[in-house]
């Protein structure tokens, strides 16, 4: 399995460049004041899939040969990826089958499905629907394309790195959202390789943070998935994690993470100053702001990574009215 180098992440731009959106980066007066530094917001939500996984769907299915995109694709998800796959290869005309676990929010299956996809709900877990995956390939020959241990997924996230530091070159900091890694590794290889004085710090919350279990113990670890707000950062790294372990444990400066309540008062922050709506994944770095867990002495990049939330949970979120650990993953 090859390293991604800036080298593969640039090519990954040229290969999907009219496939995805180049998003702004703006500045936020709000969060500005209060960290005493120049805040900027990379606006990713607003991806044609409302997230960031379309990047590297793109770049991995524009990869493929004649031959594997005859056979068609199959990926666990959380939601977003499995969105963003459907996406990619209803463009190309190809099958795209989704497993995904009962913890999934129904607003992500559905959409999903209206893509075209077929969807299939598997277990409790990431690695419930990823033994499904597995199944399919060996059964069916279908192509796996994992949410994030994959070269082409993860130079894809990596254009999300390029964009920033083009936008803000003079970055002190940029904070990223962490799960498998794969969001994390790129984006840090892409900053580091241009601006390598830039720190690159991950998000994560508190219930379920599979990669900051695994650098901390050194290894990939298994770690229990729980419902959270930040239903798009759960699941395992994989034990046999062939990338991104290795390439979050080298580029990233630091880890943080946020409990239920910071993750909230991130989403709201987001939506009453910012007025953008994001989901509890992607308003972990305003939460980490907002909660005084990261400290800047330049500008700082926040990556808002997506908005596929259920607008019921989010009204609720939105009036103050705390979930309960079930309705956080419904």
Known sequence: MRQVTLE???AARERIAGKVERTPTVLSPSLSERLGAQLHLKLEHRQTTGSFKL???????????AEEKARGVVAASTGNHGRALAHAAKLEGMR??????RLVPG??????RRLGAEVRIVGNSQDDAQRDVERLVAEEGLVMLPPFDHPDIIAGQGTLGLEMIEQVPDAALVLVPLSGGGLASGVAAAVKGVSPRTKVIGVSMVRGAAMKASLDAGRPV?????PTLADSLGGGIGLDNRLTFAMCRDLLDDVV?????EIAAG????????????EGAGAVGIAALLAGKVNANGPVVVLLSGRNIDMGLHRKLVCGEAPSPKESAA
């Open 8 to 10: 593969h992440i640039r």
């Open 55 to 65: 990047r590297g769907a793109s770049n991995a299915v524009a990869s493929l040969s």
């Open 96 to 101: 795209a089958v989704i497993c995904m676990s």
């Open 107 to 112: 607003n992500k299956v559905d959409e999903i």
């Open 222 to 226: 298994p770690v229990e998935e729980l």
């Open 257 to 261: 993470l946020l409990g239920e309540d």
């Open 267 to 278: 989403i709201r922050h987001a939506y009453e100053r910012e007025r953008e709506i994001v």
